[in-house]
């Protein structure tokens, strides 16, 4: 069964620090693995997308990771800004045909971040 | 700019109600989707529609419907109201998955229902 495990569950810093979320993913034949950031009360909007091919993407201060090989991804947030509050998703999308839900995505659970001044 | 619009940001219906659920979307999309979100489950799939009046089940389809009467928009239903369906609810829509490319889904901003 495909699935995305993100860790921590949560996570508290301070204004300014960085951080790192992680998300594991099982999800097979692999297409691609985006990285969504939810503000409280909105829906998710896309930070970045990675393919088999791309080991590194950035977004102004974010910058995700993938390794295609141990099939792991991490989003990393340089210089936090408490508008960085919000929960990080991850998803991974299946080649077609290859299941993993409608439309071939599976969603992680989610790391809530809290940025603290 | 791209615009997916859920009709209620906030709801509150009784036990054993018919609630509709309105999603409306303004991108030419032919995949649109149905999420419940609850703390600690992340955001689990409902109903999902690729085309017009067509509708596959999700990961957790039971007590409820949708409907796919116009290419924009997409109306979740539950038929008879119970409390474990309070719950926060986010329609998402996106290019079918053979010209999607790297396009996002894009999500409406949600509706929390709360069910008394």
């Known amino acids: 069964k495909n699935q995305v495990e993100q860790s921590p569950q949560s996570l508290i810093i301070l204004e300014g620090k960085n951080c790192t979320l992680q998300?594991?993913?099982?999800?097979?034949?692999?297409?691609?693995l985006r990285w969504y950031k939810q503000d409280t009360g909105r829906g998710p909007v896309s930070l970045t997308i990675?393919?088999?091919?791309?080991n590194t993407k950035s977004n102004g201060r974010y910058t995700a990771t993938l390794d295609a090989d141990t099939k792991q991804s991490s989003l990393h947030i340089t210089a936090s800004q408490l508008s960085d509050s919000a929960s990080y998703i991850c998803v991974v999308t299946a080649e077609m045909y290859s299941g993993g839900g409608a439309d071939g995505l599976t969603f992680g659970k989610g790391t809530h971040l809290i940025i603290q001044p | 700019d791209v615009k997916v619009t859920q009709s209620s940001r906030y709801l509150v219906k009784r036990t054993g109600e018919k609630v509709f659920l309105e999603c409306v979307q303004d991108m030419d999309h032919e995949n649109m989707f149905w999420y419940r979100q609850d703390p600690g489950l992340g955001l689990r799939l409902i109903y999902f529609s690729y085309d017009v009046k067509m509708k596959e089940k999700g990961d957790i389809p039971e007590g409820y419907s949708v409907s796919r009467e116009k290419k924009e928009r997409f109306s979740l239903i539950l038929e008879s109201a119970s409390t474990n369906q309070t719950s926060m609810y986010l329609c998402?829509?996106?290019?079918?998955?053979?010209?999607?490319?790297?396009?996002?889904?894009?999500f409406g901003d949600g509706t929390r229902l709360s069910i008394l």
């Open positions: 990675m393919t088999f091919s791309e």
């Open positions: 998402a829509s996106s290019l079918p998955t053979s010209r999607r490319g790297n396009q996002p889904q894009h």
């Open positions: 998300c594991n993913y099982t999800v097979s034949p692999f297409s691609n």
